[in-house]
């Protein structure tokens, strides 16, 4: 059996080799606390260089989507292929930028040391921290807009700068493959223009950029592919022909009035 | 005597005492540091107490063997033994059921204690068990204590130390993220596992010289005081290394040098007293610093908002605020400003107008986040910005001769 019949024949109208160059391809993945599925079966094929929005109502399963893709938290089921190749094996390409509010920022660390964290795989146990790397993490934090605040105590930091050190730890991972877990949570203007335009700037480099978004306002000007989940998959696609109006309603149900979808000014799919 | 024991001249026991005390310290403290930033201090708890089944059940093996029940070595690895069997209770309890884990630490805890406390009972009644003084290992006594014993808590400790400075980073990044350390590749669990592992390694160690009791404050107390000296997770480490080897040595030059005075609790005393020493002196985090902090702001906002009342010609009410104002020359007590007053009024209205402007500027952000409202804006603008904001302002109020 080829590939391609391989794919077909479990029920998925999708070509082998895009599959295989997939920077994401998630089959089947089922992950549940307790006896309820948080995300039930499902099927994503993230494009190589999008910039792609998870959304869906509160407890639809997004973060849980995104961290069991990275096998932060164990699925019940399914697999999970990074670049065409098992996840395990290619963690270097991945980098993941997490909820902010997972962290006790009282932590003894300076913002530095949070990014330095992301030379982790670079560094190992033994080698020694250089100027080389300090510089490293310099330039990424540069890249947020925080490279004045390198020596600060993370504690000091506002909601919206905070996200922006996660981000910079991302970028010292040199990875092709970005993971964020509500990066526009909760910040400023600021933050939000600097982090999109980070973002951007990783497209231009042909990297790939998936992350857990609650502002639909935003999607048509931040994104080029959604993701619609809850607990199973609604939809997935080029904004332009899968964030309408019925694919919302379809996620949403009533949870969404029909005056906001109009106020998104979408077509009729 | 005491000045005789610090310099090691009281003779060869209480040499190596002082010596073996002093690494089991640093190691202990480091070693913490990492339980401490993982907020799971009361794992050793549980640790520590699990290795009495073990000590008592070693003895046992021991004697029907035909050896000397008391070798360090043997009590030592059956105390390991028993303590990794408790780990994994706790772990397996947190893990498998919905108990949590403060809840099987204590559960786990008293069962292996108290089922030590049992063997030891028995091990008294038995023929050769009357002089075996298994029970110094509750609290320590290092009375008898040999060459051999003192190898074995320096290689020891030495071992566990090295173990811990090659798991730093890993061990930090779980305590600090473990979500993101499993997305980079690190399984949280294991570091976690290997943290256990070396905290049990120094209750072994310890049990000698501190006994199984005490451990537990020579693993917290020292990471718990050299949080108050520092904001960086690798000095915390090594200050309670340092604070744990000093309260070792001075604590077993202490009892060396008073008679009949135990050793492991005056080392954790003498590490209390350090602790007491940072809480309230430290200079950031201590608790004096904190209220002189606290008195120091409270006066700069009384002062600041009566110098802001005065330049819009409003009437200070608080009395407080008036007294603070003539200390500073400002203004006379009934609250009419003096000459200086009135200039340091006019700066002041002109520095929050600047400051406003300064919020209004994507540029100055990190300057922006700074203000809180007392800070001179001298101190975070140059000459040349601070003139751009003063063109911006316009008004009187600007106009330089």
Redesign the interface.
């Known amino acids: 059996m080829t590939q391609l019949e391989l794919a077909t024949d479990r029920g998925h109208i999708v070509a082998a080799e895009t599959l295989a160059a997939s920077p994401l391809a998630i089959r089947g993945l089922t992950v549940s606390y307790g006896e309820k599925p948080a995300v039930f079966s499902i099927d994503a094929t993230v494009q190589d260089g999008s910039m792609t929005a998870i959304i869906g109502p509160n407890g639809a399963g997004k973060s849980t989507l995104l ?1 069991a893709a ?3 938290i164990k699925p019940l089921s399914g697999t999970v292929s990074v670049y065409g190749a098992p996840l ?1 094996g290619q ?1 270097a390409r ?3 930028v ?1 909820q902010r509010a ?3 920022w009282d ?4 913002v530095i ?2 990014v330095l ?1 992301g030379l ?2 670079e ?1 190992g ?2 080698r020694r921290l250089t100027g080389g790397h300090r510089q490293k993490a310099l330039e990424c934090l540069q890249r947020v ?1 925080m490279a ?2 390198a020596e600060r ?1 993370i504690g000091q930091l ?1 909601g919206g ?1 905070q996200q922006r050190v996660f981000l910079a ?1 991302a970028l010292a ?1 040199d990875a092709d493959l970005y ?1 964020l877990d509500e990066p526009f949570a909760g910040v400023d203007a ?1 933050t939000e223009k600097a982090i999109i335009d980070v973002l951007k700037a990783l497209k231009a480099q042909g990297k790939t950029v998936v992350a857990v978004h609650h502002d639909l306002a935003t999607i048509t000007e931040y994104f080029d592919h959604v993701f619609l989940i809850n607990v199973r998959k609604v939809a997935e696609g080029p904004v332009a022909t899968t964030f309408t109006a019925e694919n919302l309603q379809k996620a949403y149900g009533g949870r969404l009035a029909t005056a906001q979808i109009e106020e998104l000014e979408l077509g009729a799919g | 005597m005491l000045f005789e024991a610090l310099a090691l001249q009281l003779g060869y026991n209480a040499t190596l005492v002082a010596i073996g005390s002093a690494l089991l310290g640093i190691s202990a403290g480091v070693t913490g540091t990492f339980l401490f930033l993982r907020k799971r201090a009361l794992v050793s708890d549980a640790i520590s107490h699990a290795t009495l089944p073990g000590v008592g059940l070693a003895f046992i093996v021991m004697v029907l063997l035909g050896g000397d029940g008391r070798n360090l070595a043997g009590l030592m690895a059956g105390s390991a033994l028993s303590a990794w069997i408790g780990l994994i209770c706790v772990q397996s309890l947190t893990r498998r059921t919905r108990l949590s884990e403060d809840a099987a630490i204590g559960a786990i805890l008293s069962v292996f204690f108290g089922f030590g406390v049992v063997l030891l009972t028995i091990i008294q009644s038995m023929s050769s068990g009357r002089q075996a003084g298994l029970d110094g290992l509750l609290l320590g006594s290092t009375a008898g204590m040999l060459m051999q014993d003192a190898m074995i808590i320096a290689g020891g400790g030495a071992i566990t130390l090295a173990l811990v400075l090659l798991l730093r980073r890993a061990m930090t990044l779980v305590a600090f993220d473990p979500q993101y350390a499993r997305s980079i590749g690190i399984d949280p669990d294991r570091v976690d596992m290997l943290t256990m592992l070396l905290v049990l390694s120094v209750t072994v160690v310890g049990l000698k010289i501190v006994g199984l009791i005490l451990i537990v404050a020579l693993l917290i107390i020292p990471p718990v005081t050299a949080r108050f000296w520092t904001e960086r997770s690798e000095k915390v480490a090594t200050y309670a290394g340092v604070v744990g080897g000093v309260s070792g040595y001075v604590g077993a030059a202490i009892s060396a040098s008073t008679p009949d005075m135990p050793t492991g609790p005056i080392i954790v005393l003498t590490c209390f007293a350090l602790f007491l020493v940072s809480l309230f002196l430290a200079p950031e985090r201590g608790v004096l610093a904190a209220y002189l902090r606290h008195r120091r702001f409270q006066e700069k906002v009384h002062i600041r908002q009566g110098l802001l009342s005065l330049a819009q010609q409003q009437p200070v009410y608080e009395p407080l605020t008036i007294r603070l104002l003539a200390r500073e020359g400002l203004a006379r007590l009934d609250g009419v400003p003096t000459e200086a007053g009135r200039a340091r009024a006019a700066k002041a209205l002109l520095d929050e107008h600047r400051w406003q402007i300064v919020h209004g500027m994507a540029d100055f952000e990190a300057i922006s986040s700074l203000y809180d409202g007392l800070r001179d804006i001298e101190s975070v603008l140059t000459a040349d910005q601070l003139a751009e904001i003063d063109a911006l302002i316009g008004g009187p109020a600007e106009v330089t001769p």
């Not at chain 1, 932590?107 to 300076?110: G, K, S």
């Open positions: 961290k990275l096998g932060v395990e963690r991945i980098a993941y997490p997972s962290i006790d932590f003894p660390a300076r040391d949070v964290m982790y795989r560094l146990l033994l807009g004045d605040f105590q506002s700068q730890r991972q993971l600021a």
